[in-house]
């Protein structure tokens, strides 16, 4: 059974700091990684996709990727009120097609 | 960026009746597209993979008879609710993927059997 690990929270951090968010997945032929943001009510908005190892970085956006400890995770600088939402951890299956969802972790920026 | 589509984005209506909700890929041609189910507080759960001009691959659990899948072209899919009772209700949700782009969602249909 593959499987994407996520702390559900919520996970709370004042507005500015940096909010880590992490996930775990079971299958190591795991090729893609992703995070979708998800608003109440609203469906998944992609913020960031990687592939290799080590860091990708955009904007406010940092995912970092360790396939030896099967870890992907996100982090949000200058956290922002609007930055409240459930962040997503999807992964893609090794035909390189359907994604498979973690539960998500709440996110709560206090202003 | 890429835009996906989805119509119609709230339904009602009474036990037994079928209902059609359409995907559409507005600016890419979209090889690939998902159907995913969401229940209230819980997770996407993926419930089937439709390619152009071939039969939709169902998750285990997903009646295929009572979710009826059509993709037929490179910018359209169809999700048909068959005979929909009040357990159907859910979060339904579409995403499309075309060559190497990820997956884009669409702003999901929410459905209420009375």
């Known amino acids: 059974q593959k499987e994407v690990e996520q702390n559900s929270g919520p996970l709370s951090v004042p507005e500015g700091a940096i909010a880590s968010l992490n996930c775990t997945y079971s299958d190591r032929g795991s090729q893609s990684f992703f995070w979708y943001r998800q608003y109440s009510g609203k469906s998944p908005e992609l913020i960031m996709f990687?592939?290799?190892?080590g860091d990708k970085e955009d904007g406010r956006f940092t995912a970092q990727l360790n396939k030896a400890s099967q870890y992907v995770s996100l982090l949000i600088r200058d956290s922002q009120p609007s930055d409240s939402a459930t962040y997503l951890c999807a992964v893609n299956d090794q035909a390189g097609t359907a994604l498979i969802f973690g539960k998500g972790t709440t996110l709560s920026v206090s202003s | 960026g890429a835009v996906v589509s989805q119509h119609p984005s709230w339904v009602i209506c009474k036990s037994g009746t079928s209902v059609k909700i359409e995907c559409r890929s507005l600016d890419f041609q979209a090889t690939t597209m998902f159907w995913y189910r969401q229940f209230p507080k819980q997770s996407l759960m993926l419930m089937a993979t439709?390619?152009?001009?071939?039969?939709?691959?169902?998750e285990q659990g997903v009646e295929k008879d009572k979710f009826l899948i059509n993709h037929a072209s490179l910018t359209l899919s169809t999700l048909t609710v068959t005979s929909a009772h009040p357990e159907d209700s859910s979060f339904y949700i579409c995403?499309?993927?075309?060559?190497?782009?990820?997956?884009?969602f669409g702003d999901g249909t929410r459905l209420s059997i009375l």
């Open positions: 990687i592939y290799s190892n």
């Open positions: 995403s499309a993927r075309g060559g190497a782009q990820p997956q884009h």
């Open positions: 439709s390619n152009e001009g071939s039969k939709a691959t169902y």
